[in-house]
């Protein structure tokens, strides 16, 4: 089993930043996907960050590129992304998720992220 702990979250102002982090343990061995998602009041969830854990190539949501950077540390088992020049629309709780092969997920319970307009 794996579980995920996530820090960071909070309210801030617009303009603003943050920084979430995810650490997972467990068995981790096989970790090949690790990312976050977000999901606002009466909207769908949806992927905002992701980072191969083995190439490093990450992937970035239309809305969020240029202001948000994901980072891994393998050493460590987390998951890192800094989010810089908030907007309001930014707000929802942000999940936690990896992906181990061959075919297992797991999510984080999630953290608000609130940015006031």
Known sequence: QVQLEEFGGGLVQAGG?????????????????????????????????????????????????????????????????????LKSEDTAVYYCNTKISPRFEYWGKGILVTVSA
């Open 17 to 85: 930043s943050l920084r979430l982090s995810c650490a997972a343990s467990g068995r981790t061995a096989g970790t090949w996907l690790m990312g976050w998602f977000r999901q606002a009041p009466g909207k769908e969830r949806e992927a905002v960050a992701t980072i191969n854990w083995n190439i490093g190539s990450t992937y970035y949501a239309d809305s969020v590129k240029g202001r948000f950077t994901i980072s891994k540390d393998i050493a460590k088992n987390t998951v890192n992304l800094q989010m810089n020049s």
